[in-house]
């Protein structure tokens, strides 16, 4: 069994950052999965933020080209996302995607909220 724990997440202001983790634990082939991160605004449906390769190959969407990025340490069997520049759009929950479907995992996701 894959278990996912995001956190991070928080409260902050307009222009500032945030780094958000996700710690996969389980029976896991960290390593060898391909991982991502989503966001859903209350509302709204959930949408692809960032995605990265097992290789490290990395994707983002372009509403956070430039100022988000996405990286992974598989010692720690660990996904981060820096965010830069939040705004006050940025404002939802993020989740973390281990896998691809049929095969994936998510967590119960951390709140990131931007104030103007």
């Known amino acids: 069994q894959v278990q996912l724990a995001e956190s991070g997440g928080g409260l902050v202001q307009a222009g500032g950052s945030l780094r958000i983790s996700c710690v996969v634990s389980g029976n896991t082939l960290f390593s060898y999965r391909d991982l991502a991160w989503y966001r859903q605004a209350l509302g709204k449906q959930r949408e692809l933020v960032a995605g990265?390769?097992?290789?490290?190959?990395?994707t983002y969407e372009d509403f956070v080209k430039g100022r988000f990025t996405i990286s992974r340490d598989n010692a720690k069997k660990t996904l981060y996302l820096q965010m830069s520049s939040l705004k006050p759009e940025d404002t939802a929950v993020y989740s973390c995607?281990?896998?691809?479907?049929?095969?994936?995992?998510w967590g119960q996701g951390t709140q990131v909220t931007v104030s103007s």
């Open positions: 990265i390769t097992s290789g490290g190959t990395t």
């Open positions: 995607r281990y896998g691809t479907p049929p095969y994936d995992y």
